[in-house]
DNA sequence: CCTTACCGTAAGGCATGACTAACGGAAACG
DNA sequence: CGTTTCCGTTAGTCATGCCTTACGGTAAGG
C-alpha cells in the first residue's frame, strides 16, 4: 500500500509547503530551505519522507543536490482515492435501496 | 486548509480501515470495534478524529450512535490534490520549455 | 428501581515524529 | 593543499499520537 507512505508525508505541513515550492521549479536543499521556516537539516529529513513516498527525485550537481518534484506519488494516492470515492458513492446506492423497501427485512 | 485534518486523519491505518468498514454501511461504535483490532475507545476517538475531519457523521440512535460515511471530506481532499496534480504538471511544462530554450537566460 | 448494554471522556504509558545543534564527507575555489 | 560551500547523518530533546484501563452517564429491560 504505497499510499499510506503518501498520505503520511502529505500529513506534515511544512512537507506540503515543501512541494508546492517546488512547483517553482528545481531547487537545492539550501535554497528549500529559505523559503521554510525550518532549518537545513530538517528540511533534508523532509525531503527522505517526500522521497520515499515518490513525491521526489534527487539529481547531483556536482557539489548541490537538485530536486524535483516526481508525480507517481500523487498519482498513487489520486488513484486510491478515487477507488475510495466510487466506493462511497455505491455505499451511499446501496444504503438508498436500503431504506427504500426494507419490507424484505421484516417479512 | 480543511483538507489538513484529512490528510491527517487519513495517515493513520485504523482510520483508513474504520473508513473502508464504513463502506458496508452505517455501524455503531461496537460493531465497528468488532472489525478492528484494537479496542473499542480507541476506535471512538479515531471517530472523533473523522468527524473533525468531515469523514463521518453521528446520528444517536436511541441507546447507540450510528457513524456513517461523509463525502464532504473526501471532496475536499480531491480538489485539494487535483489543484495540486495540475500545478505540477504545469510545472513540469514550464520546466521544459526552460529547458528547451536557454538562451534566453545568458545573452 | 436495579441491572445491563452502549458509549464518550480522562489519565497514564509508550512509541513515534519533528526539530536543533554538532559532526563529517565531498565538491568547488583560491 | 587549505578553505569554503553545500549537504546528509547523528544524538538528543521536546512535543504529539495511539492505545489501554478505568470511570461516569444515558437509554433499554426486567
Redesign the pocket.
Known amino acids: 500500500m504505497p499510499y499510506g507512505e503518501v498520505l503520511?508525508a502529505l500529513?506534515?505541513p511544512?512537507?506540503r509547503n515543501i512541494l508546492e515550492a517546488l512547483c517553482a521549479g528545481p531547487m537545492?536543499?539550501?535554497e528549500l530551505a529559505a523559503t521554510q521556516p525550518?532549518?537545513?537539516?530538517?528540511v533534508?529529513?523532509?525531503?527522505?519522507?517526500l522521497g520515499a513516498a515518490n513525491l521526489v527525485s534527487?539529481e547531483p550537481r556536482?557539489?548541490?543536490?537538485l530536486y524535483s518534484i516526481r508525480r507517481d506519488g500523487l498519482q498513487e494516492l489520486r488513484w486510491y482515492l478515487e477507488r475510495f470515492w466510487s466506493d462511497v458513492l455505491s455505499a451511499y446506492g446501496a444504503e438508498i435501496a436500503r431504506r427504500a423497501k426494507p419490507e424484505k427485512e421484516s417479512p
Open positions: 503520511s500529513a506534515d511544512t512537507r537545492t536543499v539550501g525550518v532549518s537545513r537539516p530538517a533534508s529529513q523532509h525531503l527522505k519522507a534527487v556536482g557539489n548541490r543536490r
